[in-house]
């Protein structure tokens, strides 16, 4: 059908079920690289898979003076793709940048396909992984927030567009009361939400006084593997980005150490920012939480990358000066890849050694190699584990006989 492509139809919500055939779109700055900008499309097609999206080309255009205002891309990069995914039946284009109404209006009119933008797709995902109440009312609070001020852009069912006698005064005004709308669906979610975090603040409060240990990490990084390894529990583990929404709490015991442990959501590249403060009662539990476990995976080669990344979303969250373990996940893949399967074992060992006093000096960490799917050096990490959770007990109750220890 001919309207197959418009965006925002009533009773569609995120992408269909069926995998769609999607053309990814990224820019070059003046200030990087081709590599980083592949290294973006990669995550972004990854993106594009979870969401249910099959990638079948990629297009990478220089923009020294930055984007066009009005095809983000240029008229001749846009012609070029139009041609494209005319020719060989494409459902979306995907850009890895966030789009403007008008962006996206004038994109649409000329593809006749579905443009979608880094920020919806992540949200997208977001809505098909949320579970419980808390998770799906953040997500709807992160989607009428970016909704708001494109409003223009998206709203075609005036067809405003069309100009003429009669259609531009009722036509800004049904704008207006969209917005107020919206602002007004805002609002109440806010309200739902702030209700919904006093319950987490009491249920927080109602753990009693054991020590919170929370797993922070880019989003598949294995976090939610080292938490069925650690707490022997069935928390949902997939190789996909964001398998994990909402905070999971587990009490875990060591050796007679109880501690609790918290997985939370991944954090990634270009995270919107208001996901992360509708996200905000989620992400208290990495506030308030007495150690941090930030899990890498360690075989990708991004990875400091990664680790930066996460660096600056605990920062963002005032939470970047908590106590912290470095967790390589993945060593087994990242031996796999880097390391000849001739190599003597002793430097193998020099060569991890270099590797974690380097980013032990670099961030300022303590670090440790570990597969949690192989469960490779876990009793080491374990061991480790407990040295913070005795020290971060003492700190508590410095004057208390500790019957844990």
């Known amino acids: 059908m001919a309207d197959d492509w418009k965006v925002g139809k009533k009773g ?57 205002s009005k095809t983000f891309i240029g008229q001749g990069k846009a012609d070029e793709i139009e041609d494209f995914i ?21 994109l649409e009119k000329q593809f ?21 109440a808390q998770a799906k009312t953040q997500v709807e609070l992160a989607q009428l927030k970016y909704l708001l001020p494109r409003l223009r852009g998206l709203w075609t069912h005036l067809e405003r567009q069309r100009g003429g006698i009669g ?5 800004e005004q049904e704008i207006e009361t969209d917005r107020r709308i919206v602002r007004d669906k805002i609002s109440l979610l806010r309200k739902k939400l702030d209700k919904i975090d006093l319950q987490s603040q009491t249920q927080r409060k109602n753990r009693g006084e054991l020590i919170r240990v929370a797993l922070v990490g880019y989003t598949n990084a294995g976090k939610s593997t080292l938490m069925n390894t650690l707490s022997k529990s069935q928390v949902f583990a997939e190789n996909k980005l964001f398998a994990t929404l909402d905070t999971t709490v587990r009490k875990v015991v060591f050796e007679n150490m109880p501690f609790l442990l918290s997985d939370t959501v991944g954090f990634i590249r270009k995270l919107p920012h208001h996901l992360i403060e509708s996200f905000k009662s989620t992400l208290d539990e ?78 300022d960490c ?16 374990r061991a480790l584990v407990k040295e913070k959770i005795i020290a971060a007990y003492q700190k508590r109750y410095p004057y208390r006989t500790m019957q844990y220890y």
């Open 366 to 381: 303590e670090v440790i190699m570990i597969s949690a799917l192989k469960k490779e050096n876990m009793e080491a990490f």
């Open 286 to 363: 990495v506030r308030e939480s007495d150690i941090l476990l930030h899990v890498v995976d360690i075989s990708h080669h991004q990875y400091e990358d990664h680790i930066n990344t996460v660096m600056q979303t605990l920062k963002d969250l005032e939470a970047h000066d908590k106590p912290t373990i470095l967790v390589l996940n993945k060593v087994d893949l990242f031996e796999k890849r880097q390391f000849d399967e001739l190599l003597e074992e002793e430097i193998k060992t020099d060569l991890r050694g270099e590797m974690k006093e380097k980013l032990m000096n670099q961030y």
């Open 86 to 106: 005319k020719e060989n039946d494409i459902d979306m284009v995907i850009f890895d940048d966030d789009l403007t109404g008008k962006q996206t209006n004038i």
């Open 167 to 171: 259609m531009r005064g009722p036509g």
């Open 12 to 68: 569609k919500k995120g992408l269909k079920k069926k995998d769609e055939k999607a053309v990814l779109v990224g820019i070059v700055r003046q200030d990087q690289t081709l590599e980083q900008i592949e290294e973006y499309l990669d995550e972004l097609e990854f993106l594009a898979l979870t969401a249910g999206a099959n990638t079948i080309k990629r297009y990478i255009q220089k923009m020294s003076g930055g984007p066009s």
């Open 112 to 132: 006749e396909r579905k443009i979608i933008d880094r920020s919806t797709l992540i949200l997208d995902i977001f809505a098909n992984r949320a579970q419980t």
